[in-house]
Antibody, heavy 120, light 113 residues
Framework: QVQLVQSGAEVKKPGASVKVSCKAS????????VHWVRQAPGQSLEWLGW????????KYSQKFLGRVSISGDTSANLAYLELSSLKSEDTAIYYC?????????????WGQGTLVTVSS | DIVMTQSPDSLAVSLGERATINCKSS????????????LAWYQQKSGQPPKLLIY???IREYGVPDRFSGSGSGTDFTLTISSLQAEDAAVYYC?????????FGPGTKVQIK
């Protein structure tokens, strides 16, 4: 079955960077986009971007351009999210999510989430 | 960006009763090329990631109970839980995938009365 397993919680200081990983299994990793979505405490969901590792193709939300980088390692079925110049407002649970079949961007499997806390 | 709104913010429904959640998009998410609505619904239980319930506004994901149904077109959509069960207590989100950036509604919390 499809599984997405994310790296553990992080605590960072303002201005620092964080890199979160997502290990996929149970499907052909290079054929489906992996998206990153975050959820601040008590808030809704916010999309950051996606990667299709098999096509070396990425797309980012304009809001995060210049601060976000999504990368992947097809040989290891890993996707990464790196967010730089962290602010307290970036404190959130960060989820990776698998694109549903058919390439249209909605999400049929999610990782367990990685809590990133930004605090001085 | 397409802004998604939901109503109500929360609702309390008795077991076995109907729950209705509304979602509105700031512009149409209906494609004229295929006559499909680019709208999905997710359920998020406390401490868990979201779970896909509905896509194309009305197609249930495999394994989702048939008490969950989606309807609507253009800018106005509804998620209905026909007979609420205890395990349906959760926050429900709509998401448009018509245009980038992908955007979600603010969520509707469903509680058991």
């Amino acid at each position: 079955q499809v599984q997405l397993v994310q790296s553990g919680a992080e605590v960072k200081k303002p201005g620092a960077s964080v890199k979160v990983s997502c290990k996929a299994s149970g499907y052909s990793f290079s054929d489906y986009a992996v998206h990153w979505v975050r959820q601040a405490p008590g808030q809704s969901l916010e999309w950051l971007g996606w990667i299709i590792t098999g096509k070396e193709n990425t797309k980012y939300s304009q809001k995060f351009l210049g601060r976000v980088s999504i990368s992947g390692d097809t040989s290891a079925n890993l996707a990464y999210l790196e967010l730089s110049s962290l602010k307290s407002e970036d404190t959130a649970i960060y989820y990776c999510a698998k694109n549903a079949p058919g390439s249209l961007p909605f999400f049929d499997s999610w990782g367990q989430g990685t809590l990133v806390t930004v605090s001085s | 960006d397409i802004v998604m709104t939901q109503s109500p913010d929360s609702l309390a429904v008795s077991l076995g009763e109907r729950a209705t959640i509304n979602c509105k998009s700031s512009q149409s998410v209906l494609s004229s090329s295929n006559n499909r609505n680019y709208l999905a619904w997710y359920q998020q239980k406390s401490g868990q990631p979201p779970k896909l319930l509905i896509y194309w506004a009305s197609i249930r994901e495999y394994g989702v109970p048939d008490r969950f149904s989606g309807s609507g077109s253009g800018t106005d959509f509804t998620l209905t839980i026909s007979s609420l069960q205890a395990e349906d207590a959760a926050v429900y989100y709509c998401q448009q995938y018509y245009d980038s950036p992908l955007t979600f509604g603010p969520g509707t919390k469903v509680q058991i009365k």
